[in-house]
């Protein structure tokens, strides 16, 4: 089965750019997620998907962030513009549907803002 | 406020000992708890889940405990090997789809 996949894999831009990210979940899962983890946390929850629409958003910054889920299947996940403190690694995890207690993670998008 | 706390410090141990990990947390009342493996450069990976009306879970080397008087889980691996080595991270589900991330610990396993 194939796992998590999202790209790029790295990423370095100046700030005020704006930069997008992809995440194609495993095949059948109905549940997205996109989470931020910024060195030596842990991952903190941006956006919450089920099928094509979003289950919870409240910490996604919404004046920058922006995803989409077309068709509930890819996603991705946009920021413009990009500021120092975005500077983080973009996981992306899929689980068969909400209540489903394991999720399964990408390799993540690490993230520089210069 | 609600919190999650790991040892923020790594845990160094010798080859063959038993690595044992805190999780501690206030004001949540989680459905459950699971504790996940992050490798530098990956993403988490599912380890073992265990739910509020279980005191202990295990898998091979892994045993969980869950005491939600303390409001603490520990994570132990024993026999602990150096591709043990990872960053450990445990997530409560607080109920409402949401689930929290802990810092993470950081295991050293020396030969």
């Known amino acids: 089965e194939a796992g998590v996949a999202q790209s790029p894999r790295y990423k370095i831009i100046e700030k005020r750019q704006s930069v997008a990210f992809w995440c194609n979940p495993i095949s059948g899962h109905a549940t997205l997620y996109w989470y931020q983890q910024i060195l030596g946390q842990g991952p903190k929850l941006l956006i919450q998907f089920q099928n094509n629409g979003v289950v919870d958003d409240s910490q996604l910054p919404k004046d920058r962030f922006s995803a989409e889920r077309l068709k509930g299947v890819d996603s991705t996940l946009k920021i413009q513009p990009a500021k120092l403190e975005d500077s983080a690694v973009y996981l992306c995890a899929s689980s068969l549907y909400s209540m489903e207690e394991t999720q399964y993670f990408g390799p993540g998008t690490r993230l520089l803002v210069l | 406020s609600q919190k999650i706390e790991q040892n923020s410090e790594a845990l160094n141990i010798q080859e063959g000992k038993t690595a044992t990990l805190t999780c501690n947390y206030t004001?949540?009342?989680?459905?459950?708890l699971q504790w996940y493996r992050q490798d530098p450069g990956r993403g988490p990976v599912f380890l073992l889940l265990?739910?509020?009306?279980?005191k202990e879970k295990r898998k091979e080397r892994l045993k969980v405990t869950f005491d939600t008087t303390l409001k603490q889980s520990l994570f132990h691996i024993t026999a602990s090997q150096p591709a043990d080595s990872a960053t450990y991270l445990c997530?409560?589900?607080?109920?409402?789809?949401?689930?929290?991330f802990g810092a993470g610990t950081r295991l050293f396993v020396k030969a």
């Open positions: 997530a409560l589900y607080t109920g409402g789809f949401k689930t929290i």
């Open positions: 004001n949540y009342s989680p459905a459950y």
């Open positions: 265990i739910r509020e009306n279980e």
